[in-house]
């Protein structure tokens, strides 16, 4: 199964529809396979008086979080032209719901699936709301531990959920490479019987990849196209061309990781005898001559008998006359 590659556009439109379809654009271009967006009502989303984290601070300034917010959204109805433009452009699109009016709008859309972020894993009312729609579930886990993963998944299982991904994710922006921990995958695999994936928030396009070669069957991943736009998540995105590169690592590590049969490829079946050894003349060898340690040797090529049946040819005596480096015959 092809690891399915999410591009987190967020709100780096910056509440801008132009620059919506701009990251359309430049998701399809870098080659994934579906391009996200957060759909949300400031006011429903947080109070008013809730302050910014700390990476939102050093991005925006300090104030509420609210007012950031209301400068990001996009209007329910610029989201029904950006998903007919994702459309147009071939492309999958999805969005993110942070409140429940909002779950309510993007289940009156195609969407494929619900992405569920890692501050939402406690919410119960929004849990409740995505389960109830029966579509399939793909979860972040960042700020978790195994319980709060265990409690979301029983909620979403016993409310109609039947199709659920776990990705494995660090809430810090930037997350720091010694606070990745990517093993962690493959615990919520084991403990819970469920596709695993990872949602990435480091610098770079390393960690992404790492992941797809150990397992992860969905990799997500914010990018922007430009780091140096204002905002909260531009700092912590990738630009397009580094996008595309992340794309392009893990389409070669998919191939990389082949099918596990342990057996001569056919890229290097052409090699065997230029590189593997034979039995050869150490010296001229007349025919009748006993084999022996003195006149037999292994030498390149390997076209001739392996030197695994060394102990079968000594002692045997020569068919015929032998030139020194002359592939011997029995």
């Known amino acids: 199964m092809s690891v399915y590659i999410i591009a987190e556009a967020g709100v780096n439109h910056n509440g801008c529809f132009e620059l919506a379809c701009k990251l359309v654009d430049a998701a399809k271009s870098a080659g994934v396979d579906c391009i996200k967006f957060q759909t949300f009502k400031s006011q429903?989303?947080?109070?008013?008086?809730?302050?910014?984290?700390?990476?939102?601070?050093?991005?925006?300034?300090?104030?509420?979080?609210?007012?950031?917010?209301?400068?990001?959204?996009?209007?329910?109805?610029?989201?029904?032209?950006?998903?007919?433009?994702?459309?147009?452009?071939?492309?999958?699109?999805?969005?993110?719901?942070?409140?429940?009016?909002?779950?309510?709008?993007?289940?009156s859309i195609d969407m494929p699936f619900w992405k569920i972020p890692s501050g939402e894993i406690t919410n119960l009312p929004y849990l409740l709301a995505l389960a109830k729609t029966g579509k399939p579930v793909v979860m972040s886990t960042g700020m978790c531990d195994m319980a709060e993963i265990r409690a979301a998944i029983k909620v979403l299982r016993e409310n109609g959920t039947k199709d659920i991904k776990l990705l494995h994710?660090?809430?810090?922006?930037?997350?720091?490479?010694?606070?990745?921990?990517?093993?962690?995958?493959?615990?919520?695999?084991?403990?819970?019987?469920?596709?695993?994936?990872?949602?990435?928030?480091?610098?770079?396009?390393?960690?992404?990849?790492?992941?797809?070669?150990?397992?992860?069957?969905?990799?997500?991943?914010?990018?922007?196209?430009?780091?140096?736009?204002?905002g909260?998540?531009?700092?912590?995105?990738?630009?397009?061309?580094?996008?595309?590169?992340?794309?392009?690592?893990?389409?070669?590590?998919?191939?990389?990781?082949?099918?596990?049969?342990?057996?001569?490829?056919?890229?290097?079946?052409?090699?065997?005898?230029?590189?593997?050894?034979?039995?050869?003349?150490?010296?001229?060898?007349?025919?009748?001559d006993e084999l022996t340690k003195d006149n037999i040797t292994v030498k390149r090529p390997g076209s001739g008998i392996s030197p695994m049946k060394w102990f079968e040819v000594l002692g045997k005596k020569a068919v015929r006359d032998f030139e020194e480096d002359e592939l011997i015959e029995i």
């Open 232 to 288: 909260p998540d531009h700092k912590a995105s990738l630009e397009p061309d580094e996008l595309a590169g992340m794309v392009s690592g893990i389409r070669h590590i998919e191939q990389a990781l082949g099918t596990g049969d342990k057996k001569p490829s056919l890229s290097e079946k052409k090699n065997i005898a230029a590189a593997r050894k034979s039995i050869v003349a150490k010296r001229k060898i007349k025919m009748g």
């Open 169 to 230: 994710c660090n809430t810090e922006y930037p997350t720091p490479f010694e606070d990745v921990n990517l093993k962690a995958m493959e615990t919520m695999k084991n403990a819970f019987g469920l596709d695993v994936g990872y949602s990435d928030h480091t610098k770079g396009i390393e960690v992404p990849i790492a992941a797809a070669a150990l397992g992860a069957v969905v990799i997500e991943k914010h990018f922007t196209l430009d780091r140096n736009m204002d």
């Open 44 to 107: 429903n989303l947080v109070s008013s008086n809730a302050q910014k984290a700390e990476y939102q601070k050093g991005t925006t300034g300090d104030g509420s979080q609210v007012d950031m917010l209301k400068k990001l959204e996009l209007s329910y109805e610029e989201f029904l032209l950006l998903k007919a433009y994702c459309d147009k452009t071939g492309i999958t699109f999805l969005s993110t719901p942070f409140d429940l009016e909002s779950i309510d709008f993007l289940n």
